[in-house]
């Protein structure tokens, strides 16, 4: 009987990277990927610990798929992610429906550990902190992901321990994959059809790698597959404005594959809630990055991730961040309320009143929903460069990206996926750029 493995996947870039990697993994031990998870042999739920409440939307969905698998032989149960490296055997103890607990940084062992569960049927735990042994067993199978767009996953862990931020318990201290590991990766992501590469990490810039008495960063990775004639874009994310060196800031000068827009979340407009937060950086830091890729090239845009109401945020305090907000005018950004995760610094500090915090997260989204409205409304009647990266599932239609990473939707053929083509915008909505492809006679689309 074929084995089918079905994997949800929660939260970022990296969830997303590592649950295609897993299916890369497992597939050497007989399993198929399946998009229907009522045929599932093995059910893998990658989950992810920023956001409030993962550990019980992680229980939810375990309820979830109890019901779905209630007149059904069970499959196995598998939480991964770093909700499953937080709670760990907390985990097994409270839910006997799952079967294995696996951290981020122990998926090399996922085949043994499967393996072995269905030989002694006993439920296991994998947690330790093993990256450098993950990504050289990981370097040994080929990524096969064949997506237009492809994450690559440089870095990962974290040493900055922000007051609110799980991460270095989750994901460990950082830890940046050798070059050379990084650009055989990418050629074969290359090889599967990718045009752009979006190289990703806890703190993507942080990027460090010592190789012949020589320090290897992020800028040196983005001018390396500039080389490479198929790769059309590069981006990276997620950034640290400790980490926004001056080689880094320059590759946007000298990169032509390097895309103008900027992930650098700041978390707050005031220096008082920046410090209490320990995120190492001042606002008059983030400015002046602001001011030298400006400097560089006008059309460089950022976004970026805001927290409201962290304890200790005064009306002043608020008022910095709206400040900064309307100065750079990000195009698009994510902002939350200040939710304490276990276990970090912040955890049991006074919050700001739940009203107050509510209504200061609604003022900043407006401000930032119309940046985003008015952004896209810009592009109206204007042609835009798209890289088209999928049919959508009406079978008409093509989605794509523009160098600012906003969606278009037009009509197109398949044969246009993983062009770069020119779409003159009609419309456009909060979200999203819809318009139509401009038609070249006797002109090959690059």
Known sequence: MEQKVFIKTFGCQMNVYDSNRIFDLVKKIGYEKTEKYEDANCYILNTCHIRDKAKEKV????????????????????????????????MLNREPYIDIVMGPQSYHKINDTILNYIKKNKREEQTEFETIEKFNYLRKIKNKDSNVCSFLTIQEGCDKFCSFCVVPYTRGPEYSRPFKQIMNEAKELIQNGCKEIILIGQNVNAYRYEESKKTLKLSDLIMELERFPEIKRIRYTTSHPKDMTDDLINCYKHSEKLMPLLHLPVQSGSNNILKNMNRKHTIEDYFLIYKKLKKINKNIEFSSDFIIGYPGESNQDFENTLELVNKINFINSYSFVFNPRPGTA?????????????????IIQNILFKNQINRNKSFENMIVNVLV?????????????????????????????????????????????????????NKQVA
């Open 59 to 90: 229980y939810h969905e375990i309820g979830r798929v109890k019901k779905i698998f209630r007149a059904k032989k069970k499959p196995i149960i598998i939480v991964a992610g770093c909700v499953a490296q937080a709670e760990n055997k907390e």
């Open 346 to 362: 912040a955890e049991n500090l006074d919050p700001v009143k739940k009203e107050i915090s509510d209504k200061r997260l609604s």
């Open 389 to 441: 990266e999928n049919q959508m599932k009406d079978k008409t239609k093509l989605f794509g990206r523009t160098e600012f990473m906003t969606p278009v939707i037009f009509e197109g053929e398949i044969k246009n996926i993983g062009q770069i083509i020119e779409v003159k915008i009609n419309s456009s909505n909060q979200n999203t750029l819809f318009g139509k492809i401009i038609e070249k006679k």
